[in-house]
């Protein structure tokens, strides 16, 4: 009876060491994007724009934060669009300068940066957002005024390595929000 167990192990294991193993190509963790659906926020603030159901924004506590500084999470993407807002105070050259500055200190790992104009004359709106391709810290960055007494910056980070082609599909699901903000952003 031993002698026969001893005879099936051994085939088993002949007949299973006779395939050859074929590594398998990495795969990406599936994401299930929610339904687009914004609400109101920053009723008590210089400003209000609407921002996506899915987000929450919570004040950035920071001993050198200002306030009406907000971070902006996407807890199923862990990510976050940290806001903050100036006073202008006649210093719109300095504000916009320090953007491109912030912006430009990734062209050491972008691909690339394009630059697409926002301007909505209407409800006094103009900015800039920045798109910056490859393996970059912030893919997205942008800035709003209304020239005379506003100011807001905006920048999108992942807690995450750097790694595009896995992301981008999330940058471009919450690029849309980002622009919805933008859109929908109202001084006061």
């Not at 395939?19 to 994401?31: E, I």
């Not at 687009?36 to 009723?43: H, N, P, T």
């Not at 909505?120 to 103009?126: A, F, L, P, T």
């Not at 960055?141 to 807690?159: E, I, P």
Request: charged share 25%.
């Amino acid at each position: 009876m031993r002698m026969r167990i001893v005879m099936i192990a051994l085939l088993i294991v002949a007949l299973a060491c006779d395939r050859r193993y074929t590594p398998k190509p990495s795969g990406f963790v599936r994401v299930d994007y929610p339904e687009k659906e914004y609400v109101l926020f920053g009723e008590a603030d210089p400003y209000e724009f609407e921002v996506p159901t899915y987000a929450e924004v919570v004040p950035v506590r920071s001993k050198n934060a200002e306030p009406y500084w907000y971070d902006i999470r996407f807890p199923q993407f862990d990510g976050t669009v940290h806001l903050s807002y100036k006073s202008l105070d006649g210093r719109v050259d300095e504000y916009i300068a320090d953007t491109r500055t912030l912006v430009y200190k990734h062209t050491s790992r972008a691909d690339g940066i394009q630059e697409v104009p926002f301007v909505d004359r209407d409800n006094r709106r103009y900015g800039i957002l920045y798109e910056l391709a490859g393996d970059v810290a912030s893919t997205v960055q942008f800035f709003l005024t209304d020239s005379t007494n506003h100011f807001l910056r905006g920048s999108l980070y992942f807690n995450t390595t750097t790694n595009r082609d896995s992301l981008n599909p999330i940058i471009r699901f919450v690029k849309q929000d980002i622009e919805h903000m933008i859109e929908t952003v109202q001084w006061k």
